[in-house]
């Protein structure tokens, strides 16, 4: 079992920048790829960006590529997600998940991949 927990959510402005942060317990944190997914009120969940468990791939969705970068230290059991030049539909919660890795580069794009959920962040981006 892998326990994740999220803060950083706040109501910010467009333009602002905010950085999430996972902390991580129980299972062997680092043999996990770690991902960010967010829901919208009245949307289905939306992948936003992955990273191995060694942190040397990542992977983002084209509509936060060049705006978001997902990071993680293993040593501190701590994944972040930096959100610059946030917009309106930004807004949602932001869910932190754990998917076990086959090896170090491993990533996963697909929600269903992910094993274990973090309770969400609010993000509330105003125009």
């Known amino acids: 079992q892998v326990q994740l927990a999220e803060s950083g959510g706040r109501l910010v402005q467009a333009g602002d920048s905010l950085r999430l942060s996972c902390a991580a317990s129980?299972?062997?944190?680092?043999?996990?790829?770690l991902g960010w997914i967010r829901q919208a009120p009245g949307k289905e969940r939306e992948f936003v960006a992955t990273i191995s468990w060694s942190g040397g791939s990542t992977y983002y969705a084209d509509t936060v590529k060049g705006r978001f970068t997902i990071s993680r230290d293993n040593a501190k059991n701590t994944v972040y997600l930096q959100m610059n030049s946030l917009k309106p539909e930004d807004t949602a919660v932001y869910y932190c998940?754990?998917?076990?890795?086959?090896?170090?580069?491993?990533?996963?794009?697909?929600?269903?991949?992910?094993?274990?959920w973090g309770q969400g962040t609010q993000v509330t981006v105003s125009s």
């Open positions: 129980g299972r062997t944190f680092s043999r996990y790829a």
């Open positions: 998940a754990a998917a076990p890795a086959y090896h170090d580069e491993h990533v996963f794009i697909l929600t269903d991949d992910y094993d274990y």
